[in-house]
């Protein structure tokens, strides 16, 4: 139950024009001003929280680019991390 929601949250996040972490090799170079790139917050935030990020999207928010990131863990818990694109800090 759980691949279909994520095959579903891909399919969605692919008509959005967003691409889920594991496609995202194309954003790689995706940084803010000499800061943190989006594979890297992914990879990051995976490693911190002990979950899978199943969707990630970059945004301006006040200025300042953002990585909003989906995490999934084993336990079927769905939640949201945003990473500040210049520092690497967790908001």
Do not use: C, F
């Not at 759980?2 to 170079?29: D, F, K, Y």
């Amino acid at each position: 139950m759980i691949l279909a929601g994520l095959a579903s949250n891909a399919a969605v996040a692919h008509r959005q024009g967003v691409e889920p972490a594991s496609e995202s090799r194309s954003h790689a170079e995706t940084r803010g001003q000499g800061g943190v790139s989006l594979d890297a917050a992914v990879q990051m935030v995976q490693q911190r929280y002990k979950a899978r990020v199943v969707r990630a999207e970059t945004r301006q928010e006040n200025g300042r680019t953002v990585y909003v990131l989906r995490l999934l863990n084993t336990d079927g818990k769905v939640w949201t991390v945003r990473v500040d694109a210049d520092s690497g800090a967790v908001l």
